[in-house]
């Protein structure tokens, strides 16, 4: 994999994984919501006005042009399980930002993963 297709892959890895960040962060603006009938549409106002989440959706958006160009270069077979980084990214910045766990279990999980990725892209 050439400098620029690794740049494209985890770009959109890493702007999927904001993207995932940010909609938690708006989210957490709003609290805990049920959807029934008689809120679907005030909650749904409330999400969508709400910054980070109009972020994220962008951060979704702007990932998949980069994900398309990757592709484009990219042996979708090497490119999906990249995606998978983006939990290890998320782990990390979720214990970090918001106080999530990481137990021993996520951590043995993480180093997997990469192990794996790195598998993959020295293949």
């Given amino acids: 994999m050439n400098p620029i297709s690794l740049f494209c892959i985890l770009a959109g890895v890493t702007l999927n994984a904001g993207a995932q960040l940010l909609l938690k962060a708006g989210v957490n603006a709003v609290g805990h919501f049920e ?3 008689a809120n679907i549409v005030p909650i749904g106002l409330k999400l969508a006005t709400q910054v980070p989440i109009v972020g994220g959706l962008a951060c979704y958006v702007v990932s998949v042009a980069v994900w398309v160009v990757g592709l484009s270069r990219v042996d979708v077979s090497v490119a999906y399980p990249m995606l998978s980084l983006g939990y290890v990214v998320n782990a990390f910045a979720a214990w970090y930002l918001f106080g999530e766990a990481l137990s ?4 043995a999980g993480i180093a997997i993963i990469l192990v794996g990725v790195v598998v993959l892209a020295r293949s």
Wanted: overall charge positive; cysteine-free.
């Fill in 35 to 37: 959807f029934t009938r």
């Fill in 104 to 107: 021993v279990h996520r951590l």
